[in-house]
């Protein structure tokens, strides 16, 4: 059965592919045919790694300490994170920050 494997990822981008795939839907580039055609989740890169709910919840802490947790915010957010996820992580938390910010403004003009 053709789909979405659970276990095979784009060796450029490190999305998954689907099962017989001539190229990375995301990133477009082309799947060699051969041994190591996907990257599987056993040798998946480290800055790959899917984090764990735990770990989302403890980012999510650390991320709420005043001033300590902000600058580690803007620091994962801006790159610092070895991790791809942990980084789009930091940049989602950093917007609501900037959102809820703007908005208490708002209401604190009004």
């Avoid at 981008?13 to 055609?37: L, Q, S, T």
């Avoid at 403890?58 to 610092?80: E, K, M, S």
Wanted: glycine share 10%; proline share 5%.
């Amino acid at each position: 059965m053709k789909g979405i494997s659970e276990n095979m990822y784009c060796s450029d981008c490190g999305k998954k592919v689907k099962d017989g795939a001539d190229i990375c839907f995301n990133c477009g580039k082309e799947i060699p045919r051969g041994i190591n055609k996907y990257i599987t989740a056993e040798n998946l890169p480290e800055e790959y790694k899917p984090i764990s709910m735990w770990g989302y919840f403890g980012y999510q802490i650390l991320f709420a300490i005043p001033i300590i947790g902000w600058i580690i915010l803007i620091v994962y957010a801006i790159g610092g994170a070895p991790n791809i996820n942990v980084r789009n992580f930091a940049r989602s938390y950093f917007c609501f920050y900037i959102i809820a910010a703007t908005l208490l403004l708002i209401v604190y003009l009004s």
